[in-house]
T-cell receptor, first 109, second 118 residues
């Protein structure tokens, strides 16, 4: 069992819909990252958080440390949001981030 | 335009070839990373360099040989690879050097090199 589980694995939405992607982890962490990977491979870091909530434009990330769960929300989704969204967690005394398998989001016009 | 560049973007090689992947970061960062992304699998950390010193080798086979001549450049030398090594190889960098908690830093990724081993 992967230490980082994302759900759903695939998500199709219509433009304008509110999107939620979930991430659950089984290890103690100090930081959780949300990343976006577009077709072709390039990865962009969206958020890094260790508690509470962060917002950037139409994107909102929340984390509940006690429940070991984080969510990424996209409001008013747009076709350009179509990408793979990856959750990664870090903790301990090394540099290692543990990654989820990603959620493939497709937003149709 | 990303501050982290990778060349080549695509590479096809035979199992007996020797090739190198190059990564360059223009962000003034002190830590650099190699990741492997295989189809249907999570990203896997391969190597970490901090101030040009290798600080992590995540049990990577010796047919992958990293080199970090300075804080801005990172290479991955490839020799006698196997078809299962076909993957997207991503380089990343982060600001901190020396003792910081790297997993709390934002990492900046390059576009990747898509490698096919025949």
């Amino acid at each position: 069992k992967n230490e980082v589980e994302q759900s759903p694995q695939n998500l199709t939405a219509q433009e304008g819909e509110f999107i939620t992607i979930n991430c659950s982890y089984s290890v103690g962490i100090s930081a959780l990252h949300w990343l976006q990977q577009h077709p072709g491979g390039g990865i962009v870091s969206l958020f890094m958080l260790s508690s509470g909530k962060k917002k950037h434009g139409r994107l909102i990330a929340t984390i509940n440390i006690q429940e070991k769960h984080s969510s990424l929300h996209i409001t008013a989704s747009h076709p350009r949001d179509s990408a793979v969204y990856i959750c990664a967690v870090g903790g301990g005394s090394n540099y290692k981030l543990t990654f989820g398998k990603g959620t493939l989001l497709t937003v149709n016009p | 335009e990303t501050g982290v560049t990778q060349t080549p973007r695509h590479l096809v090689m035979g199992m007996t070839n020797k090739k190198s992947l190059k990564c360059e970061q223009h962000l003034g960062h002190n830590a650099m990373y190699w990741y492997k992304q295989s189809a249907k699998k999570p990203l896997e950390l391969m190597f970490v360099y901090n101030f040009k010193e290798q600080t992590e080798n995540n049990s990577v086979p010796s047919r992958f040989s990293p080199e970090c001549p300075n804080s801005s450049h990172l290479f991955l030398h490839l020799h006698t690879l196997q078809p299962e090594d076909s993957a997207l190889y991503l380089c990343a960098s982060s600001p901190e050097g020396g003792g910081g908690l790297k997993y709390q830093e934002t990492q900046y990724f390059g576009p990747g090199t898509r490698l096919l081993v025949l």
